[in-house]
């Protein structure tokens, strides 16, 4: 660990302004899997598809032991290979393909948990996305700069347990911040 790797956003929650209209992120919360130098990939968690687990079980020949597992939503990840799949999930576990994003949380990308979690196995906690939101080189820090996001460190509740709608307004809610109150001052001057 280098004496600036605290200016990096690993394992936090990006918010998304009020004033921020892009429709990829317009109201999201993403949380940040890998933060560098390089450049930035997330998952954004509050944008659930009109997609449930058992249509990607499904199309990869995997049987779903039960109705619970089948039904879990699946998220909008970012608009960044939509047709690729991740997983984030708590604990980290010993997966073949898993980003440890920090000692509670991993991203995976491998068959191999989809058929645990289809067992009904698999982590205890898992958020099943598909695509990505990525930055390149200095992208995240300009859009920082120019007030599109704010970020705070992530929580596990709000990530795996609350209702995705309320997702934004939760992490916010860390901060100690009303987006609602945000958004009435946005462009009052």
């Known amino acids: 660990m280098t004496q600036h790797d605290h200016t990096y956003l690993t394992g936090q ?8 209209e892009d429709p990829n992120f317009s109201h ?5 899997c890998q933060h ?3 450049g930035a990939l997330g998952i954004v968690i509050s ?3 009109e997609m449930r687990l058992a249509d990607i079980l499904d199309s990869m020949q995997i049987p779903a ?3 619970a597992v089948a039904d879990q939503p699946v998220y909008l990840g970012g608009p960044v290979q ?3 799949g991740f997983v984030l999930h708590s604990p980290v ?3 073949e393909g898993t980003l440890a994003i920090n000692d509670e949380i991993g991203l995976t990308t491998s068959r191999d948990i989809l058929e645990a979690i289809a067992a009904g196995g698999g982590p205890e906690k898992n958020l099943i996305a598909l695509g990505y939101a990525g930055w390149g080189e200095g992208q995240l820090e300009q859009e920082m700069l120019d007030n599109a996001w704010l970020n705070v460190p992530a929580a596990s509740d709000i990530l795996f347990d609350l209702p995705p709608i309320q997702r934004w ?5 860390r901060l100690g911040i009303d987006l609602d109150l945000l958004s009435s001052q946005a462009g009052h001057g």
Not at 28 to 32: G, H, R
């Open 13 to 20: 929650f990006l918010i998304a302004m009020p004033t921020l």
């Open 28 to 32: 999201s919360v993403t949380y940040l």
């Open 36 to 38: 560098s130098a390089q």
């Open 47 to 49: 944008r659930p598809l």
């Open 65 to 67: 032991q039960n109705t």
């Open 82 to 84: 939509p047709e690729r």
């Open 93 to 95: 576990g010993d997966w």
């Open 169 to 173: 307004r939760a992490a916010a809610g």
